[in-house]
C-alpha cells in the first residue's frame, strides 16, 4: 500500500539543526511532488515547503526561507527536510505527504497519504 | 497569501444528527481554466496524522464514508457529516492549494459529541 514512513523522535538544543528523513513506499516517488507540515502543539497545520521528487526543484515558505532544505534521494525512494538555527519555537510534529503532479511546474495540490509525523522537540 | 478562515472554532453536534463546518477564503479558489476548486478538507484524530476526505471541493477520497460531503464554489466552502459517528469526533482542516506557494489551511474545528 502506498505509505510514507519518517524518522523518529528528536530532542535538540536551541541553536542546532535538525534533520527529518520520509521514505516512500508502494508508488513512484518521482511521479510527485513531496509537501512538508508542521504542527506545534495544540496548533493547526502550517505548510512549510515542497520538493519536487523528479527534478529536486523547491518552493519554501517565505516564513522558513534561509533556513530550511528540503532534499530528496530518488534510489530510495527518501525525502529530507532539515531545519537550521532551532528555537523553542520549532518545537513541533513535523510532518511529510505526498502532494501534487511533479510534472507539474506548480505543484498545488492536496495532500495523501501523509507520515506518520516526527516529534521535535527544543529544549536547553 | 490567501488567508482560510474556519467556522465555528468547535462545535458539538449529537450522534446522528448532522454537523455543518464552514470555510471561507480570503479570494476565490476558482480555477476559470477548468472550472474547479482548489479546496480539500482533511480530518485529524489525536495523536494521528490529518487524513484527507475531500479534494477539488465536493470529490471524496478513496475510502471516505459518503456521509461526508463538499459542497461550495469561489470563497465560500462547507463540509457535511450527514449522521454523525462516534469516530467522527476530530479536528476539521480546510486547505486551498489554488495560489501557491504557500499552500493555506484554516485554523481547524473541533468536532465533539454533545
Redesign the interface.
Known amino acids: 500500500q502506498v505509505q510514507l514512513v519518517q524518522s523518529g523522535a528528536e530532542v535538540k538544543k536551541p541553536g542546532a539543526s535538525v534533520k527529518v528523513s520520509c521514505r516512500a513506499s508502494g508508488y513512484t516517488f518521482s511521479d510527485y511532488y513531496m509537501?512538508w507540515v508542521r504542527q506545534a502543539p495544540g496548533q493547526?497545520?502550517?505548510?512549510m515547503?515542497?520538493i519536487n521528487a523528479k527534478s529536486g526543484g523547491t518552493?519554501?515558505?517565505?516564513k522558513f526561507q534561509g533556513r530550511v532544505t528540503m532534499t530528496r534521494d530518488t534510489y530510495i525512494n527518501t525525502a529530507y527536510m532539515e531545519v537550521n538555527s532551532l528555537t523553542s519555537d520549532d518545537t513541533a510534529v513535523y510532518?511529510c505527504?505526498s502532494g501534487?503532479d511533479s510534472r507539474s511546474p506548480?505543484?498545488?495540490?492536496?495532500?495523501?497519504?501523509?507520515?506518520?509525523?516526527t516529534p521535535v522537540t527544543v529544549s536547553s | 497569501d490567501i488567508v482560510m478562515t474556519q467556522s465555528p472554532d468547535s462545535l458539538a453536534v449529537s450522534l446522528g444528527e448532522r454537523a455543518t463546518i464552514t470555510c471561507k477564503s480570503s479570494q476565490s479558489v476558482l480555477s476559470s481554466s477548468n472550472n474547479k476548486n482548489?479546496l480539500?478538507w482533511?480530518q485529524q484524530k489525536p495523536g494521528q496524522?490529518?487524513?484527507?476526505l475531500i479534494?477539488w471541493a465536493s470529490t471524496r477520497?478513496?475510502g471516505v464514508p459518503d456521509r461526508f460531503s463538499g459542497s461550495g464554489s469561489g470563497t465560500d466552502f462547507t463540509l457535511t457529516i450527514s449522521s454523525l459517528q462516534a469516530e467522527d469526533v476530530a479536528v476539521y482542516?480546510c486547505?486551498q492549494?489554488?495560489?501557491?506557494?504557500?499552500?493555506?489551511?484554516?485554523?481547524?474545528t473541533k468536532l465533539e459529541i454533545k
Open positions: 509537501e493547526g497545520l502550517e505548510w515547503g515542497r518552493q519554501y515558505a517565505q510532518y505527504a501534487g506548480v505543484g498545488g495540490s492536496w495532500y495523501a497519504p501523509w507520515g506518520q509525523g | 482548489y480539500a482533511y496524522p490529518p487524513k484527507l479534494y477520497g478513496s482542516y486547505q492549494y489554488y495560489s501557491t506557494p504557500p499552500d493555506t489551511f484554516g485554523q481547524g
